[in-house]
T-cell receptor, first 111, second 113 residues
């Protein structure tokens, strides 16, 4: 079975721009979660989507948003980018609420 | 608040020795725990998990121990190999939190040849 895929793998943006990241879950997985990973804060939960509905949300500002499509693919968007948004953004999919499998991540650099 | 922490930031072991990576959690409501391994440039890779109704679970060369009394989790790697060099994270899931995992900061395991 193919794993979780994320596109693009690398992205460079400037402050004030917006960005959209994409995630394709493992086939059959309906839950998709997003995490931000930085050296200082580690892995932090952004939000989770299940059957096109946001089921859980972390403590991030409203500039961070996401959505899920009927085929379970998910996108996350960050508007008005700040330097501090530079991070590795990880997507994870799961069949049940527990075991999550991660993709390789999208490395976002904000200049 | 809820938190998951690791006791040591780095661990250096000799190839062939056993490795033990420790983790503390603070939320007694947590009922599911996972260990992940992250290699440079890759996403976290699932290693092993354990539920709160268990004390021990074994996989291939890995064992996870859960001590709910002191809220402690450990990952034991037998016969550590160079390919085990990576950053290891423990994560917890709190009952009713759906798929929201809370991660520890991570510990780097370095295997000396």
């Amino acid at each position: 079975k193919a794993g979780v895929t994320q596109t693009p793998r690398y992205l460079i943006k400037t402050r004030g721009q917006q960005v959209t990241l994409s995630c394709s879950p493992i086939s059959g997985h309906r839950s998709v979660s997003w995490y931000q990973q930085t050296p200082g804060q580690g892995l932090q939960f952004l939000f989770e989507y299940f059957s096109e509905t946001q089921r859980n949300k972390g403590n991030f500002p409203g500039r961070f948003s996401g959505r899920q499509f009927s085929n379970s693919r998910s996108e996350m968007n960050v508007s008005t980018l700040e330097l501090g948004d530079s991070a590795l953004y990880l997507c994870a999919s799961s069949l049940n609420p527990d075991t999550q499998y991660f993709g390789p991540g999208t490395r976002l650099t904000v200049l | 608040g809820e938190s998951v922490g690791l006791h040591l930031p780095t661990l250096s072991v000799q190839e062939g020795d056993n490795s033990i990576i420790n983790c503390a959690y603070s939320n007694s409501a947590s009922d599911y725990f996972i260990w992940y391994k992250q290699e440079s440039g890759k996403g976290p890779q699932f290693i092993i998990d354990i539920r709160s109704n268990m004390d021990k679970r074994q996989g291939q060369r890995v064992t996870v121990l859960l001590n709910k009394t002191v809220k402690h989790l450990s990952l034991q790697i037998a016969a550590t190999q160079p390919g085990d060099s990576a950053v290891y994270f423990c994560a917890e899931n709190i009952a009713g939190a759906n798929s929201k995992l809370t991660f520890g900061k991570g510990i780097t395991l370095s295997v000396r040849p």
